[in-house]
């Protein structure tokens, strides 16, 4: 219940700050921020209403139990940090596709076939949305302006 209000709270925070902004700077943060309100407060809703479901057990979870746990969370941060690096490095519209890949061949070890589906799909309906119908310029990464 605490996370879906605090998420609420941040939603609208966004949207009300946003509702002033020119049409083109506020379309991304009233599209996302009034979805988000609306599912955090169904959620809150359900929460309240359902007082049951707020009483579940928790899970014995257990880090040091052979380094499992503290290694899969090592990775996962390894692969955000590689995605905000790639990001910086090479701009958006080059980092996107390129996780997607190496996450898939490295991480999920995917086949080719899958992994070029999948990067190609994900490099499409991203060029597609913000490229082509919202027509959102993405600054250059580091190297990339470097390289110009």
């Known amino acids: 219940m605490a996370l879906a209000a605090l998420i609420m709270l941040a939603a609208a925070y966004g949207v009300v700050t ?6 083109k700077a506020a379309l991304f943060p009233l599209v996302i921020g009034i979805p988000l309100f609306c599912l955090a407060a ?3 809703a359900w929460s309240l209403l359902r007082p049951e479901r707020r009483q579940t057990q928790a899970m014995d979870f257990n880090l040091s139990a052979e380094g499992h746990g503290t290694r899969r969370a090592a990775m996962a941060v390894g ?3 590689g995605f905000f690096a790639a990001i910086v490095l090479l701009g958006f519209p080059l980092a996107v596709p390129l996780f997607v890949f190496l996450y898939l061949k490295l991480q ?12 190609a799909a994900v490099w499409g309906i ?3 949305l913000f490229d082509r119908l ?3 310029p993405f600054a250059a990464g580091w190297l990339l302006g470097f390289l110009r």
């Open 79 to 81: 692969w955000m940090l």
């Open 108 to 119: 999920g070890r995917e086949s080719w076939t899958l992994s070029l589906v999948m990067t």
């Open 18 to 23: 946003a509702w002033g902004w020119p049409e």
């Open 42 to 44: 169904v959620e809150a």
């Open 134 to 136: 919202l027509h959102l």
């Open 126 to 128: 991203f060029y597609g």
